[in-house]
Nanobody, 121 residues
Framework: QEQLVESGGGSLQAGGSLRLSCASS?????MAWFRQPPGKVREGVAL???????EYVASFKGRFTISRDNAKNTMYLQMNSLKPEDTAMYYC??????????????????WGQGTRVTVSS
């Protein structure tokens, strides 16, 4: 499985923006962002296939934008208009097969260590 390394997390005030990055050590077909707020279960955010097709969990559409640079094996998550409820550990995940719809987290074989995002009011 590929090694994934996230970066870009931090602490900021509500209304601000952050861009998260996830660098992969090798080929990945589908890459995704998940997050886990404090005391809550992990949830999907968005995913992107190698051909650029994307899928968003509805609640994140409009504020979050996922993208990838295949030449760099890197995926990004641009997060705008951040709210305190966006506070979470954000995880990058990847798999070698294409994603159709938003598959469950158990179908992703590679995971990063997470990057923390803290949004204060």
């Amino acid at each position: 499985q590929e090694q994934l390394v996230e970066s870009g997390g931090g602490s900021l005030q509500a209304g601000g923006s952050l861009r998260l990055s996830c660098a992969s050590s090798g080929y990945t077909s589908c890459m995704a962002w998940f997050r886990q707020p404090p005391g809550k279960v992990r949830e999907g955010v968005a995913l992107i296939n190698i051909d650029g097709t994307t899928e968003y969990v509805a609640s994140f559409k409009g504020r979050f934008t996922i993208s990838r640079d295949n030449a760099k094996n890197t995926m990004y998550l641009q997060m705008n208009s951040l709210k305190p409820e966006d506070t979470a550990m954000y995880y990058c995940a990847a798999r070698r097969t294409r994603c159709y719809g938003f598959p469950g987290s158990s179908t992703f074989g590679s995971w990063g260590q997470g990057t923390r995002v803290t949004v204060s009011s």
